[in-house]
């Protein structure tokens, strides 16, 4: 569940255009937080962290709770990198309706 809720909103985030207000809002205050807001792959890292915190809290900071907090934090990048994947090959028609759309628009300029 978390590796589709961390996907779905990394990719909500960085791709559509119902966040672009957000993209343009950030992306002027550094670099590298331009690559992390348009990158799905990039936001999904933080996204799914930010779950596995609140969902996995330790009951004490153990060696093996932090190994297995690094396994499953990688084991859901893993299935979120398969779902990005899924997605993008969804969305593939759309960006290019929207690309198509956006051209059309300068070219009537």
């Given at each position: 569940?978390?590796?589709?809720?961390?996907?779905?909103?990394?990719?909500?985030?960085?791709?559509?255009?119902?966040?672009?207000?957000?993209?343009?809002?950030?992306?002027?205050?550094?670099?590298?937080?331009?690559?992390l807001i348009h990158c799905?792959?990039?936001?999904?890292?933080?996204?799914s962290l930010f779950f596995?915190?609140?969902?996995?809290?330790?009951?004490?900071?153990?060696?093996?709770?932090?190994?297995?907090?690094?396994?499953?934090?990688?084991?859901?990048?893993?299935?979120?990198?398969?779902?990005?994947?899924?997605?993008?090959?969804?969305?593939?028609?759309?960006?290019?309706?929207?690309?198509?759309?956006?051209?059309?628009?300068?070219?009537?300029?």
């Open positions: 569940m978390i590796a589709l809720a961390s996907a779905s909103i990394s990719f909500t985030i960085s791709t559509t255009s119902i966040f672009l207000w957000l993209r343009e809002l950030v992306s002027p205050l550094h670099h590298k937080i331009e690559e799905p792959w990039c936001l999904s890292h933080y996204v596995l915190a609140i969902f996995m809290t330790p009951r004490s900071f153990t060696f093996e709770y932090c190994s297995y907090f690094i396994l499953a934090w990688f084991s859901v990048q893993g299935v979120v990198g398969l779902l990005h994947y899924v997605y993008l090959r969804a969305y593939e028609p759309v960006a290019i309706s929207e690309a198509r759309r956006h051209i059309n628009k300068q070219n009537k300029k």
